[in-house]
């Protein structure tokens, strides 16, 4: 198994590092100082660059980065990832030979209309960006409610044994959103005190596992009963409402939460 490292960057960022002990790649190296102090420490060798998506806390590093080892770079062409060397597609499998490390490629466009993912079935690990967020999703800042929700069921589909790798720490307080939506659900109760005490502790709540994701996100539980029943009652969701009206009102109350 290979090493996932997250760096910690601005104020609730992780950027991510996975390693060999010798080569590495970095995902979302929103920091370039931040990613270099780490390689120099440990001696790694930067082999390649992966984007989830163009915002400028993942992609802000990547020029400083290059200019010091010019190395591929994977991401969306929609998204214009700076530096793209490797424009890459739904489906797609990248492959980094130093590490013997096989990526799938899955668009999941909502956030941005590039926004893709990476997920690595070797290291049950999937690197989610601002789509999947643990205990909740990232902002519909260019793509639908309809979108986002599709994606949201790509990754759902994947081994519920996967960890997810998202970059942000926000997952307290979707999960406080989660309990409002949900309250019935005894597990978002259980995992929102577990995530309190690691927080306490000063603990990542990152990687979370796609089971409890499953089982607490309500962005992956929209159509539920109890989270329907929530939505009519605080949002004035109408009786007809389909899935993405659901999913639509669950995103925008969560805005003004
Ligand atoms: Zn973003």
């Not at 390693?19 to 420490?41: F, M, R, T, Y």
């Not at 010091?68 to 492959?95: A, F, K, N, W």
């Not at 999941?108 to 690197?127: I, K, M, N």
């Amino acid at each position: 198994m290979l090493s996932i490292w997250g760096l910690p960057a601005f104020d609730d960022n992780y950027l991510w590092i996975v390693h060999n002990g010798k080569d590495a790649i970095a995902v979302d190296p929103g920091d370039a100082a931040v990613v270099s102090k780490a390689l120099q420490e440990h001696g790694l060798q930067l082999r390649a660059i992966l984007a989830t998506h163009k915002h400028a806390d993942h992609t802000g590093g990547i020029a400083r980065l290059l200019a010091q080892s010019p190395v591929p770079v994977y991401g969306s062409q929609t998204d214009q990832i700076p530096g793209l060397t490797h424009p890459v597609s739904d489906g797609e499998r990248i492959t980094i030979p130093e590490l013997n490390l096989t990526l799938e490629v899955i668009a999941v466009p909502g956030h941005t209309l590039g926004h893709v993912a990476y997920y690595t079935a070797s290291e049950q690990a999937l690197f989610s960006g601002d789509t999947l967020i643990a205990g909740g999703c990232g902002r519909l800042f260019e793509g639908s409610a309809a979108q986002m929700r599709a994606s949201l069921n790509k990754l759902a589909a994947l081994p519920a044994h996967t960890r997810v790798y998202c970059a942000h720490e926000y997952t307290l307080s979707n999960l406080r959103f989660a309990a409002a939506a949900e309250p019935d659900n005894p597990q978002v109760a259980v995992r929102l005190q577990h995530v309190q005490s690691l927080r306490a502790e000063n603990k990542p709540s990152v990687p979370s596992l796609l089971a409890d994701e499953l089982a607490t996100n309500p962005f992956l539980r929209s159509d539920q009963h109890g989270i329907v029943a929530t939505l009519r009652r605080e949002c004035g969701l109408p009786e007809q409402a389909d899935a993405d009206a659901c999913f639509a009102a669950l995103r925008e109350w969560k805005n003004r939460f």
